[in-house]
């Protein structure tokens, strides 16, 4: 844990007034972050804390997973992070968003997309990939150029310029899945326990002009949402936010060096 008193003394926070002005008193609030700095996870932690969220919706997390959470497991890092795959799961160190879930005492719902069903998206249109209710997400519709073109090139940047150009569609359709799984357990959650609803996820996931939060609004305008970034010293995440906040950025390997090294 004190890798995580030290990110709280080092980020730089919004103060609680002006993210009260947006925030709080939204139906859904997105709390994004870059998977592995431990600070955003110490920051989201306070939020979840502040905010007494009726359920919290996670990226990382299965549906089935989520809902068999029980108390007993709660009190335990060291039961809680197994029972639900987290290592298998590829996903950073559990130490870092465990203080998530002991916050508050949300039902909690898992939005991650099962690995099989992103496999599908090679062989099948999106909206068949997603099933029922995929119009009221945007799956339906292609999206236009512009937005395509963009989303390929983030695609592209980030598997280190690597990938096959034939692949970039497939890629840029699993994130708009993943997006609308999202949308979908959100609107769960709010029918579930009436809000408001506090979402877990990658800053990808969490911007409000393509994110899952623009797929949300398609299903549900008349909820409000709010969506915080979370970025690290000088560099931005991508997208628009209703506010962004910094914290220094962890020591971490160059994906990208083996590539570079034509490995």
């Known amino acids: 844990m004190k890798h ?40 989201q932690s306070e939020l979840v804390a502040e905010i007494k969220p009726s359920a919290v919706v996670w990226e990382m997390l299965t549906g089935v997973r989520a809902s068999a959470i029980t108390e007993e497991m709660l009190s335990s890092e060291k039961v809680l992070g197994p029972f639900l795959y987290w290592e298998e799961n590829g996903w950073p160190d559990f130490a870092m968003y465990y203080p998530i879930f002991t916050a508050s005492d949300a039902q909690h719902f898992g939005a991650a997309l099962p690995r099989d069903e992103a496999r599908r998206v090679m062989g099948e249109p999106v909206a068949d990939v997603f099933g029922t209710n995929a119009e009221l997400f945007g799956l339906d519709q292609p999206l236009s150029d512009t937005e395509q073109q963009a989303r390929e090139a983030l695609q592209m940047a980030a598997h280190c310029d690597a990938l096959p150009e034939e692949m970039l569609p497939m890629m840029v359709d699993i994130q708009r899945l993943r997006d609308a799984r999202i949308a979908a357990v959100v609107r769960e959650a709010l029918v579930a326990t009436g809000g408001p609803v506090v979402v877990i996820t990658g800053n990808g996931h969490a911007r409000k002009d393509w994110g899952a939060p623009a797929a949300l609004k398609m299903a549900m305008p008349e909820v409000s949402v709010y969506a915080l970034g979370q970025g690290e010293s000088d560099t931005s995440p991508e997208g628009t936010f209703d506010a962004v906040e910094y914290a220094p950025g962890v020591d971490r390997e160059d994906p990208c060096a083996t590539f570079n090294k034509g490995g």
Not at 4 to 11: E, K, N, P, S, Y
Not at 17 to 42: T, Y
């Open 4 to 43: 995580l008193l030290t990110a709280i003394a080092a980020l730089t926070f919004m103060t609680p007034a002006a993210f009260a002005d947006g925030g709080f008193g939204s139906d859904v609030i997105f709390l994004g972050e870059v998977h592995d700095n431990p600070a955003h996870h110490a920051r």
